[in-house]
């Protein structure tokens, strides 16, 4: 059975147990793990991605960024990383081994279904609706959007008067445009390195002027940095979602390590660090002690935000102003247990996504209560799906055996290669039918006075019971 698109068919058809948003990192991995598990791709099952092909935040890297420079890249449960050439951009290796992973494990993702809001669904559903109108209703969500779609822009008086080039590092593509120019790059971090060094090595003539609100604390070369320490400074991050406020980025916890980037910059002397300047002019920055410096244009390395206002219909944000995550690993909203989060807070790197993928997967089987042992080849014994089916046909069972021999669009020996994008026609129908006014107890714009907050399997028209 297909799940039926709302733009297609005015048909009640029934809901899918749970929508992964976005396809990077977190959300391949929750897919493996769901599917691993027993819910039936396409059906039960359903990832929605943003963009048009495979890779995340990954394809939109600037192309200077190879994979020698990479900050870590953690293998998605069940591949090994492909080899590559350290040369390789990064952008070009990471999507390409997305795509192939799609397709050997055959996860149903539909793209591009970029996701525009989460509100409450009849009953206890969730109703999903993408910004091009199509709407699913589905028992539980994990949202798996990450930062990359929400870079920080700082407000700095005089920022609107300033007529040089303003760029965000999401938006830098190579130093080659700024031949010749005085840059200001404002920000701690990695990517602000990055720029510094590859303005100063490779835009001739260009001059770079390096600004943060704090210190940059670099991690000694040999600091004897252990996964024990990794753990702790992931831990101060979890503190802060559990409490509800803001997450940080671990970097700002474990400072900056020494990679190639910075190597380069410190033998190129661009490290010279100066507080943050006090306002803009046309063509300057001004510092609060009456120091001006010229300036053609500024690289914003800020820094990203969780990029989650397609959930905030459902009213998740506490009164300190972030997303209190409890239980399940840390993935699940407090506000409402129908709702995992990957790729915020402590989970927003490769390792950390793999790990909350695995976890928010786990805590949505237990929702559903479909939480049962796995046998022997991986599907857990209280599941009614086959994981091994999907909408269009049998794709073999899915397993760690399945990896022994890596093949690009084989699931297991002697099954059919299937492609992981649905054709056409299933495109064209797998988005569930229309929902209609929101539950009883909701306001107009979608929040909630009295808002179901279970998962569990209800009837559409089933009263709603509080999570506790």
Known sequence: MKVADS??????????????????????????HLARRGLARWTELLVLDADAAPGGAWAHRTPSLTMRD????????????????????????????FADYERRFALPVLRPAPVASVTDGPGALL???????????????????????????????????????????????GPETFAGRRVLVVGGGLSAIQVLAE???????????????????????????????????????????????????????????????LRRARELGVLNRREMFHHLTEDSAVWADG????????????????????LAPLGLRGPGGGIRLDGDGD??????????????????STIGANRAGRAAAAGVLRSLGRSG???????????????GRRADGPVGPVGPDDLVRPHPGRISAGSTARPASPSPTAVAAAAAAPTGAPAAGAAPDGSAAARPRTAGRLAAASSAVPAG
């Open 7 to 32: 733009t297609t068919s005015g048909s009640s058809t029934p809901p899918l147990e749970t929508v992964v948003v976005g396809a990077g990192q977190g959300g391949l991995s929750a897919a493996y």
């Open 70 to 97: 990479v900050n870590g890249l953690h293998p998605l449960p069940g591949a090994p990383v492909p080899a590559f050439a350290e040369d390789a951009p990064a952008r070009d290796v990471v999507p390409a081994y």
């Open 127 to 173: 109703t999903v609706r993408t910004a091009d109108g199509r709407s699913w209703t589905t028992r539980t969500l994990v949202s798996a959007t990450g930062t990359w779609t929400r870079p920080f822009l700082p407000h700095y008086p005089g920022t609107e008067l300033f007529r040089g080039r303003r760029l965000h590092s999401a938006e830098y593509r």
């Open 199 to 261: 303005i100063r090595e490779f835009a001739p003539g260009a001059e770079t002027i390096w600004t943060t609100r704090t210190p940059p604390r670099f991690r000694p070369e040999h600091d004897g940095f252990t996964p024990e320490d990794g753990r702790a400074a992931v831990a101060l991050v979890e503190q802060r979602v559990r409490a509800g406020l803001p997450p940080q980025p671990v970097v700002a916890v474990t400072g900056l390590p020494l990679t190639s980037y």
């Open 291 to 310: 120091r001006r410096e010229r300036i053609d244009a500024i690289v914003w390395a800020t820094g990203f935000r969780p990029a989650v206002g397609h």
């Open 331 to 348: 993935t699940r909203a407090a506000a409402d247990h129908r709702v995992h989060l990957i790729g915020y807070g402590p989970s927003a």
């Open 373 to 387: 042992p796995r046998t022997r080849d991986g599907v857990a014994a209280s599941a009614t799906a086959d994981p």
